[in-house]
């Protein structure tokens, strides 16, 4: 089988692997990975014309289709998958890992596919909560790519088909239960989207991103993300802007889905007492509450003939309603989800004299939630009267996002120093490109040229705003300036001189934060 004849003549909006990396002949993991980096094309998309991008998105669809077929999955097979799908721009691999976790505690065997990874590729396909062991991603890996190559080649998949068709061929090689499926970008057009039944969806908060993808209105990006919203499926969303519930509700009615509102969990009349409604951001709580909804109604309805399901009405009105209440559990569920560690969102890590705060924010409404963290957790740290605690920021941004309204509400941080990088972990080469970085500190010393004098000479000298080529340069200084202080060594940058204690936080990208994690992870 060759791929369709309309990808045959768009081969050029498909990877085409002429030159693969040196030594990809032995099918080592590490050549795998290897593989997969060469199969991720950066910001090919933004540079498409809108005439290709229309085609790029007719044809994505089919392209995963195709490749799935040659794995032997046609539509009637991956249909026996049992699938919560989720969508959303904040917190929805928040919502899938929480949603996980309360089936898991269930006994069921569940996959999870999450995007982007924290450490490394095996990241985004787990089961039961674990990635795969290098030998077993290895072999799904060369054996998927390998049956994919004969019958498309030269059109091959990108790194995220490749990755969306792998998730699935494994979660059904791994006789899985579940499967809670992260959309990648928005929705209607996702690689995850040629799965015809979930039995549940689940709609995160929305907030502008993706613009190239999605549009730059939030009716636009609502449109996207309904675009999973299937017939006989119960949709839930967050709360939402009214504009994007009215979007919610002329699909769910065009498509005869489902529609209901998550409660907020503050209103769980069981857990009107409960600490975690203290400890947790409001963000996080939101989440949480999806999460148990999402897994209540799978529990309820997967498996089950029609007249045994429930929240299964096809939506028709103008009001979207709450779902109920009364879930049974929910106080184990809760005492679960208190538990679940989400490596690089809302994270604190100390080593030594520095406490690293890492998020991986990079929306206007994520950021807003990760500085309200950061301003309560900061503040928590012990202090006496010896005490002299600096405050630095490490921040970047990935693709084509505008950083100003994001440093904006950073700014309400107060920071002593600001440190602006490349998205880069290392620097690989002896070129030092310094626009990245350099039109960040820009935009920074930019929102302080109205302040007072001490403020705005704070962050317009060199010595409060420091730019680095690669993110471990950046940890390293911080590293070495905190322990020229701890050592008596008076070679300690002006912005953090006398500090018994440096908080860091580290925000902007998810990107970022899972480099700076890797990075901490070996020193540890």
């Excluded at 889905?257 to 998550?262: N, V």
Aim: net charge neutral; glycine share 4%; aromatic share 8%.
């Amino acid at each position: 089988m060759k791929c369709s004849s309309s990808m045959s003549e768009h081969q050029h909006m498909f990877c085409d692997i002429t030159n693969p990396p040196q030594g990809l002949g032995e099918k080592t993991y590490e050549n795998a990975i290897l593989l997969l980096k060469s199969l991720d094309r950066k910001n090919f998309y933004i540079n498409l014309t809108k005439e290709e991008r229309h085609i790029y998105d007719t044809n994505k669809l089919p392209m995963v289709n195709s490749c799935l077929k040659s794995l032997g999955i046609l539509p009637e097979k991956l249909d026996t998958l049992s699938i919560i799908h989720v969508t959303g721009t904040k917190g929805k691999g928040s919502t899938c890992t929480y949603t996980e976790e309360i089936l898991r505690s269930k006994r069921y065997r569940t996959g999870l596919f999450t995007s982007p990874h924290i450490f490394d590729e095996r990241d985004r396909i787990q089961i039961d909560g674990k990635c795969l062991s290098k030998e077993k991603f290895r072999n799904y890996v060369w054996h998927c790519f390998d049956t994919i190559k004969k019958d498309h080649y030269p059109a091959l998949p990108n790194f995220f088909q490749l990755m969306t068709v792998m998730a699935f061929y494994i979660f059904l090689k791994e006789n899985v239960d579940v499967v809670v499926l992260e959309v990648g970008i928005g929705g209607k057009n996702d690689c995850t989207n040629v799965i015809r039944n979930p039995v549940a969806c689940g709609v995160t908060y929305l907030d502008i991103d993706h613009i190239v993808y999605l549009g730059d209105t939030i009716e636009k990006i609502a449109w996207h993300k309904a675009g999973i919203f299937k017939q006989g499926a119960t949709a839930i969303t967050v709360l939402q802007q009214d504009v994007a519930l009215k979007v919610f509700c002329d699909r769910a009615s065009e498509i005869m889905c489902s529609l209901y509102l998550a409660p907020r969990l503050q209103n769980y009349s069981t857990l009107k007492n409960c600490q975690i409604l203290e400890e947790r951001e409001d963000c996080e709580l939101e989440n949480m509450s999806l999460a148990i909804q999402l897994a209540r109604v799978w529990i309820q309805n997967h498996n089950k003939a029609a007249s045994e399901m429930k929240w299964v009405n096809p939506f028709k009105g103008e009001e979207i309603p709450e779902i109920d209440k009364d879930v049974v559990d929910i106080e184990d569920y809760i005492t679960i989800l208190e538990s679940v560690k989400l490596p690089g969102r809302l994270q604190i890590f100390t080593k030594g004299n520095i406490t690293y705060y890492m998020d991986g924010a990079h929306t206007n409404g994520s950021m807003e939630c990760c500085c309200s963290w950061f301003k309560k957790k900061s503040e928590q740290w012990p202090r006496d009267q010896n005490s002299n605690i600096k405050k630095a920021l490490l921040f970047t941004v990935s693709g084509k996002r505008k950083p100003k309204a994001m440093m904006e509400i950073l700014k309400k941080c107060h920071f002593d120093l600001a440190m602006f990088v490349s998205n880069r972990l290392q620097v690989d080469d002896q070129t030092d490109d310094a626009s990245q970085y350099n039109d960040l500190m820009m935009t920074w010393t930019s929102l302080f040229e109205n302040e007072t004098s001490e403020t705005k000479t704070k962050f317009t000298s060199s010595d409060a705003v420091k730019g680095f080529s690669c993110i471990s340069n950046a940890l390293e200084w911080c590293q070495l300036n905190m322990a020229n202080i701890h050592n008596g060594n008076p070679c300690v940058t002006t912005a953090l001189k006398g500090a018994t204690h440096l908080q860091i936080l580290i925000t902007g990208s998810l990107y970022l934060v899972g480099d700076v994690l890797k990075s901490l992870k070996k020193v540890n």
